[in-house]
């Protein structure tokens, strides 16, 4: 069965210190690669996504992520965090090929932006 | 643009009992997924719509769990007979096309006792 691995359950981090959260996904021939954010009491909103083209992939608020197929990743990245990122992180994959688009979600991440 | 919209955003039940979530998806987007979150998860996939047409209910409990997408716009869920462990957050979502980005709505909090 296919699956994504967050292996961080929670990651603290200093305000305007640099985070890096994992994800890995079970090897597939293809796939499609995203990662949501969900804030305190909000719903799920899209970060980024990585669908084809370039590896390296880029959110608005200054969040990035690369696709590296021969490790299976997709880690995310921010150079500086601000209190305002303070969230949960989900990593999906859609695996493309097998006749249905459903996303299959990693456990999520906790991100703790302590002052 | 209107988002996702779910009904109820919160529902209590007793075990056993019957309980219906509704979900009415972007205007325009052909494809509808239900998760289902249990409490320290992520989302999993319930069942996926193109239109009013289903594509994957694999992972539906169908003896108790039942979906349809009248008109192949709004949807609902239901679980009849409800059992403790299916107390959990459900989602809808919707995307344009098939391989695209999915919107979710707010979710139902179901609790069961």
């Known amino acids: 069965a296919q699956s994504v691995t967050q292996l961080d359950s929670q990651v603290p981090v200093f305000e305007e210190a640099p985070v890096e959260l994992r994800c890995n996904y079970s090897?597939?021939?293809?796939?499609?690669l995203f990662w949501y954010v969900q804030y305190p009491n909000q719903g799920l909103q899209l970060l980024l996504k990585?669908?084809?083209?370039?590896?390296l992939v880029e959110s608005i608020n200054g969040f990035e992520a690369e696709f590296n197929k021969s490790q299976t990743s997709f880690h995310l990245r921010k150079p500086s965090v601000h209190i305002s990122d303070t969230a949960e992180y989900f990593c999906?994959?859609?695996?493309?090929?097998?006749?249905?688009?459903?996303?299959?979600f990693g456990k999520g991440t906790h991100l703790i932006i302590q002052p | 643009e209107a988002g996702v919209a779910q009904s109820p955003r919160y529902k209590i039940i007793e075990k056993r009992q019957s309980v219906a979530f509704w979900c009415n998806p972007i205007?325009?987007?052909?494809?509808l997924y239900w998760y289902q979150q249990i409490l320290g998860q992520g989302p999993k996939l319930l069942i996926q719509?193109?239109?009013?047409?289903?594509?994957?209910d694999s992972q539906l409990p169908k003896d108790r769990f039942s979906a349809e997408r009248l008109k192949g716009v709004d949807s609902t869920l239901k679980i009849q007979p409800a059992k403790l462990e299916d107390s959990a957050v459900y989602l809808c979502?919707?995307?344009?096309?098939?391989?695209?980005?999915?919107?979710f709505g707010p979710g139902t909090r179901l609790t069961v006792l």
């Open positions: 979502a919707s995307s344009l096309e098939r391989v695209d980005t999915q919107y």
């Open positions: 090897s597939s021939v293809s796939v499609y």
């Open positions: 990585y669908l084809s083209g370039s590896t």
């Open positions: 999906a994959v859609m695996y493309s090929g097998g006749g249905a688009d459903g996303l299959t």
């Open positions: 205007s325009g987007h052909a494809t």
């Open positions: 719509f193109q239109n009013n047409g289903v594509v994957d």
